[in-house]
C-alpha cells in the first residue's frame, strides 16, 4: 500500500520544478531501465490532475491539513447539494477513518469551525457551464463553488485529485491529508465525454458496471455508453419479448459467460450513474449484430428459422428481415421498454457492419428505426454507417472507421453526416478504441486498428482529424472496449487504463494547453492512485511511473 510521506527531501509542489531521476523518487520506466545512457531529467510537476484543468494555480498561504473533526459544509444549507457532498464523504471517509459530517451553514459563508473545512456553493455566476467549478484553498479549508451540482461534483473528483493517492484506500491510512494551496477554475471543451462498455460479447454485471462509472466519474467522463445487444449476447430484460434475455442472454464469446441486466438492475446502474452525473446510452445493435435476436424469435428471421446461438467473432453475417412489419414492431417494443428506462436524451440504434442488405434496404431500416427512437420521445445515436441513410438533424453519428491514412471512407459518411446536421462523437477506432492491443505482446485485445499505445490514444484533435469536418461539429469523444477478449473486470481496467486519462483529457482539456510530455508527467502519479484503489493496469513504458508520492511541506 503506497504511503503518504516519503523519505526523500520534500518538493516544492507550488512550482513546476525539473528535478533528476534520483530526486525524483527513483521513478523509472521500463524503457529508461534497458538504455545505457544516463536517463533525461524529468519533470515533476506541481499537480497531477487528469484531466488538465482550464486554469491550476499556486496560491499564496499555508496548505490545508485535513483532521478527524473536517466537515463538509453546504453553503447557505444548499440541499441540492447534499448527494453530491454525501459521496464526497463517502469516498474520503475509509482513507482517512474520520467522520466527514455533511453540515449545512447558517449563513451565505462557510460559519468556520475549529478545523479545516471542506465548502460546497452554488453560484450562478461561475460561467463556463455546468460542469464548470471553482476550486481554491481557503483560511477556512477547500471551497469548490459552480453554477449547478454537476460543476460541484466535478470539482470535487479535482480535490481527490490534490489529496495524496493513499486517499483512495479501503483501510484508515496514517496521512497527513493535505492540499498544496491552489487556485483552480475550470470548464470542459467537449459536451460529451463518454467510453463505451460492450457486454454483449462478455457480459459485465451490476457491480461491475458500476465500478468502471467510478473510474469515469474520477476522470470527469459524463456518458456511458452500454452495447447491450450483439451477435453474442442480448443483455436487457425486455419484457414484452423475455426470450431476448432468457434465450439471448444465456451465450458469450467462447460461450464461456451468460446474463442479463433485469430492468430493475438497469434502473439502478442508470440511477448510480446519475447521481455521479454520468448519462446511460443504451444501444441496440440493429439491424446488423443481431444473431441473439434472431435465436430467440423464429420470426424476424426471413425464413422464420431461428439460427443456433453464436460464440464467434465474426461481423456482419447476421441482419433483421427488414421487409417483415414484425421486425418493426420488435423494434417499436425494445425501443419503447428502453427509452421508459432511460431519463437521457438517445438511444442508440448501432447500424454498423451489415454486409447482408442493399444499400437501400440499409437506409430504409435506418429512417424508420430514426422515426420510431423520436416517436419515443429520444434522439438516435448510431454509427457511422447510418450517415448513408437521411438523418434528422437531431441525429448523432458516432465515427468510428479508419483506413490507411486514419480515417479514409468513414470521412466520406461524416462529411454526409454533417451536410444533413447532425454532430460527431468521435470514436477513431485507431485513437480510442480500448480493445486495441498496446503493442505486439498485449496479450488481450484485438489489432484490426493497428497497435494503440497511450500517446497514439492522446496525441490528435478530435475537432481536426477529418478533412470537412469541423470542431463545431463535433459534440465531443468516446472510447469504446469491446469484449471479444475482455472477460473479467481486471482485463477491462488493464486495456482501459491508463489510455482512458487520455481520452478523458482528449474530452475535457483546450486543445491549445494539451501536451504530451506534461500529460504523462501528470499521469505519473496514478499509477499509485490505481495501485490503493486496487485498480489494474498496463503500465506503458511511455509514462515513468512515481513509485513514492511527493509530500507537501507543513507550512
Ligand atoms: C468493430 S466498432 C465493431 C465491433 C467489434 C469491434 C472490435 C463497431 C461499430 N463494430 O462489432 O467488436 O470492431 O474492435
Not at 421486425?327 to 421508459?340: G, I, Q
Not at 473486470?489 to 501536451?515: C, K
Amino acid at each position: 500500500m503506497p504511503q503518504a510521506s516519503s523519505p526523500r527531501p520534500l518538493l516544492p509542489l507550488a512550482a513546476v520544478i525539473v528535478t533528476s531521476l534520483a530526486l525524483a523518487g527513483g521513478c523509472r520506466s521500463a524503457s529508461s531501465l534497458s538504455v545505457a545512457a544516463a536517463p533525461a531529467p524529468r519533470t515533476v510537476p506541481a499537480h497531477h490532475v487528469v484531466p488538465l484543468p482550464s486554469s491550476i494555480t499556486p496560491s499564496a498561504g499555508p496548505p490545508v491539513t485535513f483532521v478527524a473533526a473536517s466537515r463538509i459544509v453546504l453553503a447557505a444549507g444548499d440541499p441540492e447539494l447534499d448527494g453530491v457532498a454525501r459521496l464526497l464523504a463517502a469516498a474520503l471517509t475509509p482513507a482517512t477513518g474520520y467522520a466527514w459530517p455533511v453540515v449545512a451553514s447558517t449563513s451565505a459563508g462557510a460559519v468556520p469551525g475549529a478545523a479545516p473545512d471542506i465548502t460546497l456553493a452554488l453560484d450562478a455566476a461561475v460561467p463556463g457551464g455546468r460542469d464548470a467549478y471553482r476550486l481554491d484553498t481557503t483560511a477556512t479549508g477547500v471551497r469548490i463553488v459552480a453554477a449547478t451540482p454537476e460543476g460541484v461534483f466535478r470539482g470535487t473528483q479535482t480535490l481527490r485529485q490534490l489529496l495524496p493517492p493513499a486517499i483512495h484506500a479501503s483501510a484508515v491510512q496514517p496521512g497527513p491529508w493535505r492540499v498544496a494551496p491552489v487556485s483552480v477554475t475550470d470548464a470542459p471543451r467537449y459536451q460529451w465525454r463518454g467510453a463505451m462498455l460492450d457486454v454483449a460479447r462478455h457480459f459485465f454485471g451490476p457491480s461491475q458496471v458500476k465500478r468502471y462509472i467510478d473510474l469515469l466519474a474520477f476522470y470527469k467522463f459524463n456518458v456511458l455508453h452500454l452495447h447491450l445487444s450483439d451477435d453474442q449476447g442480448w443483455r436487457i430484460e425486455i419484457l414484452s419479448w423475455p426470450r431476448l434475455a432468457t434465450w439471448g442472454g444465456s451465450s458469450s464469446v467462447k460461450g464461456d459467460g451468460s446474463g442479463f441486466f433485469t430492468q430493475a438492475e438497469y434502473r439502478d446502474i442508470v440511477a448510480y450513474a446519475s447521481a455521479r452525473f454520468i448519462t446511460v446510452i443504451p444501444e441496440i445493435d440493429m439491424p446488423g449484430h443481431t444473431n441473439a435476436a434472431l435465436a430467440s424469435y423464429p420470426e424476424l428471421n426471413c425464413n422464420d428459422v431461428a439460427p443456433p446461438l453464436y460464440t464467434g467473432i465474426e461481423v456482419g453475417f447476421s441482419s433483421l428481415c427488414v421487409g417483415r412489419e414484425v421486425t418493426y414492431r420488435f423494434v417499436d417494443d425494445v425501443v419503447r421498454e428502453l427509452a421508459a428506462l432511460t431519463p437521457g436524451p438517445y438511444i442508440h440504434i448501432g447500424g454498423d457492419e451489415v454486409k447482408k442488405l442493399t444499400a437501400a434496404e440499409y437506409a430504409g431500416f435506418i429512417e424508420r428505426a430514426q422515426e420510431i427512437v423520436a416517436r419515443h420521445g429520444k434522439r438516435a445515436i448510431g454509427w457511422d454507417e447510418i450517415a448513408h441513410a437521411r438523418l434528422a438533424p437531431t441525429t448523432v453519428v458516432q465515427q468510428w472507421r479508419v483506413g490507411k491514412n486514419g480515417v479514409a471512407d468513414a470521412g466520406a459518411a461524416a462529411v454526409s453526416a454533417v451536410a444533413q446536421g447532425a454532430r460527431l462523437v468521435m470514436s477513431p477506432a485507431s485513437k480510442v478504441y480500448l480493445d486495441m492491443k498496446y503493442t505486439p505482446s498485449t496479450v488481450l485485445g484485438l489489432n484490426w486498428a493497428g497497435y494503440v499505445e497511450l500517446r497514439d490514444t492522446y496525441a490528435w484533435d478530435p475537432g481536426a482529424l477529418i478533412p470537412g469536418v469541423t470542431d463545431e461539429h463535433v459534440l465531443g469523444v468516446e472510447a469504446p472496449l469491446w469484449t471479444e477478449t475482455i472477460v473479467t473486470m481486471s482485463d477491462l481496467e488493464v486495456m482501459v487504463l491508463p489510455r482512458l486519462l487520455a481520452v478523458a483529457d482528449l474530452g475535457w482539456t483546450a486543445q491549445a494547453s494539451r501536451e504530451w510530455n506534461a500529460f504523462t508527467a501528470r499521469v505519473a502519479m496514478h499509477g499509485l492512485r490505481w495501485d490503493a484503489m486496487g485498480v489494474s493496469y498496463y503500465r506503458s513504458p511511455q509514462v515513468e511511473w512515481m513509485t513514492v508520492a511527493p509530500t507537501l511541506p507543513r507550512e
